[in-house]
């Protein structure tokens, strides 16, 4: 069974500043990776997708996530955080021939003006 | 936005009365799944179906059901509610692509 790992619950990051939020996964078969964001008192929204092809995927709001199969990892990555940003993000991940999505348990993202 | 809602949007109930939360659909995507948010947890999938009346468990299916008569409604029942049910409720959907579109959520306060 997949599971999914988001080590940092919270990260607090400064306006302007980079960040990164740490995903990774445990299937080593072929595996269908996402991000989602949740603003607060809302859904879960897409932010990107890795199904095949270039491992660094590009996403909505200048995030980008890098596809690492060799470290099972699929991290969130914006060189320069906004107010707008604060956010929940979840990771998921799903194994080819499955429909289902294993979310990991989220990275709440705080920027500090 | 796909178009899915979600009703009640909010409801609180007493435990051990039933409780049915709806999800409607107006892509006609054939994938629907009910998930569960606590804190701690992320989302959890309670329940998803694969077509009209075609259902499965999710990893915390214990003490709800599911049905699918129609292919843009997928009904979530709580046969007698607890506490341990309180919770934001979501559902998706999706088609084929592993991609899911989910849909604003209900909050359930269970008392």
């Known amino acids: 069974a997949q599971s999914v790992t988001q080590l940092d619950s919270q990260v607090p990051v400064f306006e302007e500043a980079p960040v990164e939020l740490r995903c990774n996964y445990s299937s080593s078969v072929s595996v269908y990776l996402f991000w989602y964001v949740q603003y607060p008192n809302q859904g879960l929204q897409l932010l990107l997708k890795y199904l095949s092809g270039s491992t660094l995927v590009k996403g909505i709001n200048g995030f980008e996530a890098e596809f690492n199969k060799s470290q099972t990892s699929f991290h969130l990555r914006k060189p320069s955080v906004h107010i707008r940003d604060t956010a929940e993000y979840f990771c998921?991940?799903?194994?080819?021939?499955?429909?289902?999505?294993?979310f990991g348990t989220g990275t709440r993202l705080t920027i500090i003006p | 936005d796909a178009g899915i809602t979600q009703s009640p949007r909010h409801k609180v109930t007493e435990t051990g009365t039933p409780v049915t939360l709806r999800c409607h659909q107006t892509?006609?995507?054939?994938?629907m799944y009910w998930y569960r948010q606590d804190p701690g947890h992320g989302l959890r999938l309670i329940h998803y179906s694969y077509g009209v009346k075609d259902t499965d468990k999710g990893e915390v299916s214990d003490g709800y059901s599911v049905s699918r008569s129609k292919t843009e409604d997928f009904l979530l029942t709580l046969e007698s509610a607890t506490s341990s049910q309180t919770s934001v409720y979501f559902c998706?959907?999706?088609?084929?692509?592993?991609?899911?579109?989910f849909g604003p959520g209900t909050r359930l306060t269970v008392t």
């Open positions: 998921a991940a799903a194994n080819f021939g499955n429909e289902k999505l294993t």
């Open positions: 892509e006609n995507h054939r994938y």
């Open positions: 998706a959907i999706s088609e084929e692509s592993y991609e899911q579109y």
